[in-house]
């Protein structure tokens, strides 16, 4: 296992006076897929948030060694951390090749970019017939493509990425794992929070399972395949 890139310990988070995490403690090393699952509403998107400086936080996130928690959401992001929101947040009177062009910004830790237009036309060969095109025209499927492409034309090490399978046709889906397993080969950490449990197995080393603002679950895919009552209790609906 590589160096680790990110360490969660003793997270809270709070949207106003609702307290939603209570003492989480996470980590992803370098490389490494990472899938945090559980139910709606139990604060995974809350997880992501916090992380990224976007909501009321307490406790400590360490980015490659050093303290993030306290620092706003663009200095966290500059610091190699990209974001995949679930509302699959693009610019909808810009073109496909204009969203893409608008994720770039250099990586001090890289010489050279790791990813380009390029690259994204080779991962998603659907964009590249839609180059030209306003991405608010664009389908649900080929909007989250160009959202999961143009966090990467800003060259993160870690990745989170919120629901990037919701409601998606099977073929989309697919689509996506195959880009989840681009980004471990050239490196790229990844937190991956998804609901759907065979994906997630796919493709994760590790897994963490949330209920109620708790990790109430940290092992293998194999681990939580074998766990009958950790999915019963806290995955299926």
């Not at 897994?207 to 681990?223: C, D, L, R, S």
Request: charged letters at 25%.
């Amino acid at each position: 296992m590589g160096k680790r890139m990110l360490e969660v310990q003793g997270l809270h988070a709070y949207y106003g006076k609702s307290h939603i995490l209570h003492g989480v403690d996470l980590h992803i090393d370098e490389g490494e897929i990472v899938a945090l699952l559980g139910r709606n509403g139990v604060g995974r998107s809350t997880m992501a948030k916090a992380i990224l400086g976007m909501v009321k936080a307490e406790g400590s996130v360490r980015f490659r060694g050093d303290e993030i928690l306290g620092r706003r959401t663009f200095e966290i992001a500059h610091l190699g951390i990209g974001y995949v929101p679930e509302n699959r947040d693009i610019f909808p009177t810009l073109t496909v090749r204009q969203n893409l062009l608008l994720g770039e910004k250099p990586n001090p830790r890289q010489s050279r970019p790791r990813w380009s237009s390029d690259d994204m036309f080779a991962l998603f060969p659907r964009l590249k017939e839609r180059e030209n095109t306003p991405a608010g025209v664009l389908s649900g499927g080929e909007q989250q493509m160009l959202t999961l492409c143009r966090t990467l034309m800003g060259d993160p090490d870690l990745v989170l990425i919120d629901e990037p399978t919701e409601g998606l046709a099977p073929m989309i889906v697919a689509q996506v794992a195959d880009y989840l397993k681009v980004l471990k080969e050239r490196g790229v950490s990844v937190l991956l929070i998804e609901q759907k449990l065979a994906i997630a197995l796919d493709i994760s080393q590790r897994v963490y399972v949330m209920g109620h603002g708790h990790i109430v679950f940290e092992g293998t895919p194999a681990e939580l395949k074998g766990n009958a009552q950790v999915r019963k209790e806290w995955l299926e609906v």
